[in-house]
């Protein structure tokens, strides 16, 4: 048996003005703007997850990644640097790798919200399951925001104490 599902994206006609033509998250001049059309496509969310809610969490996501970057920033606009593109480092696929660092903490964290908020949508036992086995992928998604945000700071990736 095949069914067919809906989802908001397939069923909203697409003029002007409306969230289709609104997909870019305008940043504060120095980290770069967001297109939530690539964050959806790079973390393949499909059109259960609507544009109102894909757009508060990815503020959310750059309000968080900017603030965390906030000191490392400073010190860079202090040598001078006028926005992330300008901070030495190699490019790869045309554009620095800091950019594509900054694009994979904002989306990361913007899909671990998008997760935990999603994630008991269903309350049966099968969606019980699902809720559990998508708390790796938050986990996995919070990590790669640690990770990248580490990378474009130039720190390790881990931090060992002994006890």
Request: proline residues 4%; negative net charge; glycine residues 6%.
């Amino acid at each position: 048996m095949n069914s067919f599902i809906a989802t908001a994206e397939a069923t909203k006609p697409q003029t002007p003005g409306s969230p289709a033509d609104a997909a870019i998250v305008t940043n504060d001049g120095w980290f770069p703007d967001i297109n939530m059309n690539a964050l959806r496509a790079s973390m393949r969310l499909d059109g259960t997850v609507t544009y109102e809610r894909l757009r508060d969490a990815t503020l959310d996501a750059i309000a968080s990644v900017n603030a965390e970057l906030v000191t490392w920033q400073a010190g860079h606009v202090a040598a001078g640097r006028v926005d992330l593109a300008a901070v030495p480092a190699p490019n790869i696929g045309g554009e620095s790798v800091q950019l594509a660092r900054y694009r994979r903490a904002v989306f990361n964290l913007a899909h671990a919200d998008l997760t935990e908020r999603y994630r008991d949508f269903d309350s049966t036992k099968s969606g019980g399951q699902k809720a559990e086995d998508l708390e790796a992928t938050i986990c996995e998604a919070r990590r790669n925001v640690r990770w990248a945000l580490s990378d474009m700071r130039g720190l390790s990736r881990s931090t060992i104490e002994l006890i």
